[in-house]
Nanobody, 115 residues
Framework: QVQLVESGGGLVQAGGSLRLSCVAS????????MGWHRQAPGKQRELVAS???????NYADSVKGRFTISRDNTKNTVYLQMNSLKPEDTAVYYC?????????WGQGTQVTVSS
């Protein structure tokens, strides 16, 4: 059974940093393009970053240059380093594969950025 467990969120001031982690089980992790998605109140969930099995990364324009996605295939873990955080980054952050096909989604981790 698929299990996605996100952690690392919190409350931070604008300009601060956070590092999110997600441990995945029940999948062949090393073959998956993984992604970090986020959902802000009243908005649709959006993909903010993805990383292929080989380590190629892609970012939404809104986070490019500030966020860095990485993975450790030996630990079935994907990370999101978030720097220069802005209030508009406030959301619940989830990991999933790039297209959001893994079910069920994890509980997510709340990131709140104060101005």
């Amino acid at each position: 059974q698929v299990q996605l467990v996100e952690s690392g969120g919190g409350l931070v001031q604008a300009g601060g940093s956070l590092r999110l982690s997600c441990v995945a089980s029940g999948i062949i992790f090393r073959f998956r393009t993984m992604g970090w998605h986020r959902q802000a109140p009243g908005k649709q969930r959006e993909l903010v970053a993805s990383i292929t099995p080989g380590g190629t990364t892609n970012y939404a324009d809104s986070v490019k240059g500030r966020f860095t996605i990485s993975r450790d295939n030996t630990k079935n873990t994907v990370y999101l380093q978030m720097n220069s955080l802005k209030p508009e980054d406030t959301a619940v952050y989830y990991c999933n594969d790039q297209r959001g096909y893994l079910q069920p989604w994890g509980q997510g981790t709340q990131v709140t950025v104060s101005s």
